[in-house]
């Protein structure tokens, strides 16, 4: 398994050992627009170098992956992670806050990919009765769309024992914003793991990245935990706006209502989810990002 991806190096775990290893030079261009075609999670079979490192010959088929836009223009796309069993999306509402826009566009990534997921929102701590006030209406949304939430603080020790009771024995993507604590976090959940933690910037109130590279923690009851660097923006890829709603899930329950079987729940009449909208049994707010969504989808498809 590669536990760690910087490049042209990667580390692989391999029968309780650590490994450098590089990926032999012909399948580094096999014409993939991935920026990295070996990523953490992946299963390998290298050849063991006279200088004790590896050289990747095979990289086994993936059951699933993340991925995102390489750079906000670019075509290329960068595989975040391989083989999850499980996303762990880390939100804050206080410093710096985390947008449901850039929630959702993790969550339908995690769904086309037939990924699991469940929300973790990190520093209620910090939390005033306003904010409190707002984290119950945000819980409300992501429970009644489906998704398991988490309210945690890693640093007063609150929810832990329930983040370590749903990753046990998984391999488990943990990813969001910088500075929204996932660190932090997997220090207070797996004691002895001594990442990096880093603080807020003081004239921006956004996070530094304190890790630079995916890697993967193994720990002895057999769960792998995938620390990733802090994502600014998720760039979606390969999406349409005719498939998208099938990766909401409140959506997906309702769309053989719509009278088109191509139906982008815009405009078209007879609409099954914009009904489910008026009615409150869809979220406005999740509804909004869909819109957005598909937006974006149709701008990348001009350029």
């Not at 609150?158 to 488990?172: N, P």
């Not at 500075?179 to 001594?194: E, I, R, W, Y």
């Not at 890790?211 to 390969?238: Q, R, W």
Request: charged content about 25%.
């Amino acid at each position: 398994m590669v536990i760690r991806s910087t490049g042209i190096w990667c580390r692989v775990l391999c029968d309780g050992e650590k490994v450098d290893c590089r990926l032999r030079g012909n399948y580094r261009l096999r014409g993939s627009r991935q920026t990295n075609p070996v990523a953490v999670g992946d299963h390998v079979r290298f050849e063991r170098l006279d200088d004790g490192t590896g050289l990747i010959h095979e990289v086994a088929d993936r059951t699933n992956y993340i991925v995102r836009r390489a750079t906000k223009l670019s075509k290329q796309t960068h595989v975040i992670a391989a083989n999850i069993d499980l996303l762990c999306v880390v939100a804050t509402l206080g410093l710096p806050r985390t947008s449901t826009g850039f929630i959702d566009r993790l969550l339908v990534t995690a769904e086309a990919y037939h990924i699991p997921a469940c929300l973790i929102f990190n520093k209620v701590d910090l939390y005033d009765e306003e904010l409190w006030e707002l984290q119950r209406e945000m819980s409300d949304l992501y429970r009644q769309a489906g998704y398991p939430v988490l309210e945690v603080s890693a640093l007063a020790g609150k929810g832990l024992e329930s983040v370590r009771e749903t990753i046990a024995g998984k391999t488990v993507l943990f990813s969001g914003h910088s500075g929204v604590g996932k660190s932090a976090l997997l220090n207070a959940v797996c004691p002895g793991l001594d990442l990096r933690v880093g603080a807020l910037s003081e004239w921006s109130l956004k996070g530094r990245h304190t890790t630079t590279y995916a890697e993967i923690h193994p720990l002895p009851n057999g769960t792998h935990l995938i620390d990733t660097p802090g994502i600014k923006e998720f760039g979606m890829v390969d999406f349409t706006p005719q498939e998208l709603s099938h990766f909401f899930p409140e959506m997906r329950a309702v769309l053989q209502g719509c009278h088109f079987a191509n139906c982008t729940h815009r405009h078209e009449p007879r609409c099954a989810v914009r009904e489910a909208v008026d009615e409150g049994r869809i979220s406005p707010e999740r509804y909004r990002n869909y819109l957005n969504i598909i937006d974006g989808i149709e701008a990348d498809s001009v350029r």
